[in-house]
């Protein structure tokens, strides 16, 4: 089974601190998403990546970067946090049809 | 704009009956519809999924439903169980890159 991990299940962060969330998939996935998840507005998508080196903004992607060195890790970046960045994340990966999720990082901005 | 509308947001439905989770769309460009479910602190997985050349697909006690014509889909799920307790999303994806709905919290009573 293709596997995604986040590298933190549970943040808490300042405001106006730099943040990093991990995203390591196992099975050679050319493209990978980061999405936050908020009551009632469901799924939302923030970047993608088609391929290493490759970035492409999604529906929100105010506020927030990526990097994609190599084909595994995709990493989003909060560049200077906000308490309305409090939110789930998720990571996923896919080759083609259908998603495989990371269990997702629930960030606190404090 | 939303790309996905489901519906209802919550749905409570005791052990044995019928559950069924509405979602509609505009872009006709959507070529897959998935459902994926999600239990609380893990990430969504994909449940069922299907294309716009059928009308509907059955997996063990889940159908989905598509209406071309009306641009909706539904989920059904039979005999439900507690265990089928968990957030519901549908999506529609073309070109690799999904849109969700807001998500729908079912709830099976023993």
């Known amino acids: 089974d293709v596997k995604v991990t986040q590298s933190s299940r549970y943040l808490v962060k300042r405001t106006g601190e730099k943040v990093f969330l991990e995203c390591v998939q196992d099975?050679?996935?050319?493209?990978m998403f980061w999405y936050r998840q908020d009551p009632g507005l469901g799924l939302r998508l923030i970047y993608f990546?088609?391929?290493?080196?490759?970035?492409e903004k999604g529906d929100i992607p105010e506020g927030y970067s990526v990097s994609r060195e190599k084909k595994e890790r995709f990493s989003l970046i909060l560049e200077s946090a906000s308490t309305n960045q409090t939110s789930m994340y998720l990571c996923?990966?896919?080759?083609?049809?259908?998603?495989?999720f990371g269990s997702g990082t629930r960030l606190t901005v404090v | 704009q939303q790309q996905v509308k489901q519906s209802p947001q919550s749905l409570i439905v005791q052990k044995g009956g019928i559950s069924i989770i509405n979602c509609a769309y505009e872009?006709?460009?959507?070529?897959?519809f998935p459902w994926y479910q999600q239990f609380p602190g893990k990430g969504p997985a994909l449940l069922i999924a299907?294309?716009?050349?059928?009308s509907e697909k059955k997996e063990g006690r889940f159908t989905i439903s598509f209406n071309k014509s009306a641009k909706q889909f539904s989920l059904h799920i039979m005999d439900s169980q507690p265990g089928d307790s968990a957030t519901y999303f549908c999506?529609?994806?073309?070109?690799?890159?999904?849109?969700f709905g807001s998500g729908t919290k079912l709830n099976v009573k023993p």
């Open positions: 996923a990966s896919s080759l083609g049809e259908g998603y495989t």
């Open positions: 099975m050679d996935h050319e493209n």
């Open positions: 990546s088609y391929d290493v080196k490759m970035k």
């Open positions: 872009n006709t460009a959507f070529d897959y």
């Open positions: 299907i294309r716009p050349d059928v």
């Open positions: 999506a529609a994806s073309n070109f690799n890159k999904f849109y």
